[in-house]
């Protein structure tokens, strides 16, 4: 299957920095990219969709300027956690789909961001 | 209401007997269906896609029934690396936005 790669999968940062989180499709291209957020024993949700080229598409309640997103190629997808905090603390997972393939999606191995 | 519910379990299942749990969803106009496993602090990965006509694979069957709108899942012969979180996973749209389930725990036991 096609593989999804996440950089990197464990980061503690201070209240107030900010993190930037990578996610790559290795040997396929990424028409479009998922971002979601899982708090323990929660279910994932859903932050955003992204597309090549073009900007971000939020789901309800996520702050766009605090998460930003960035789909520059095919195969990349950044997730920036801007001036985070204790409450931002979670499990965050890309996901991508490629060409003609929307019904199925690719994990990535998740990072684990802890904020102090 | 959410729009994909599932029973959290945990279902405690001694090895090598059957588990069977489902998940419902509310949008009648969802399109695909898919269980996903999930092992702790780890990403989602696929089992199995739910077709219409139900189907399985191995140990494992998957059943669609659009008029209740719910998806079910079946394992046979549960072994202990059976045990972890799945996850209901429901395609709403043609572009690829899921909406998942708060996953069933199922916990194998020797």
């Known amino acids: 299957g096609a593989v999804v790669s996440q950089h990197p999968s464990r980061v503690i940062c201070k209240s107030g920095t900010s993190v930037k989180i990578e996610c790559r499709s290795l040997d396929f291209q990424a028409t479009t990219m998922f971002w979601y957020r899982q708090f323990p024993k929660q279910s994932l949700m859903l932050m955003a969709t992204?597309?090549?080229?073009?900007?971000?598409?939020?789901e309800q309640g996520v702050e766009k300027d605090k998460f930003l997103i960035n789909h520059a190629s095919l195969t990349l997808s950044t997730l920036t956690v801007t001036s985070a905090h204790p409450e931002d603390s979670s499990f965050y997972i890309c996901?991508?789909?490629?060409?003609?393939?929307?019904?199925?999606?690719?994990f990535g191995p998740g990072t684990r961001l802890t904020v102090l | 209401r959410k729009e994909v519910e599932q029973d959290p379990g945990p279902f405690n299942v001694p090895e090598g007997a059957t588990v069977a749990f489902n998940c419902t969803y509310s949008?009648?106009?969802?399109?695909?269906f898919f269980w996903y496993r999930q092992d702790c602090r780890k990403e989602p990965k696929l089992l199995m896609s739910v077709y219409s006509s139900g189907n399985e694979d191995g140990r494992f069957t998957a059943q669609l029934n659009r008029a209740s709108q719910y998806i079910s899942l079946l394992i046979r012969d549960s072994k202990l690396s059976d045990s972890a979180t799945y996850l209901c996973?429901?395609?709403?749209?043609?572009?690829?936005?899921?909406?998942f389930g708060a996953g069933t725990q199922v916990v194998v036991t020797p």
């Open positions: 996973v429901v395609n709403q749209d043609s572009w690829g936005k899921f909406q």
């Open positions: 996901s991508a789909t490629g060409t003609g393939r929307s019904d199925e999606q690719f």
């Open positions: 949008n009648s106009a969802s399109q695909s």
């Open positions: 992204s597309n090549e080229g073009s900007k971000a598409t939020y």
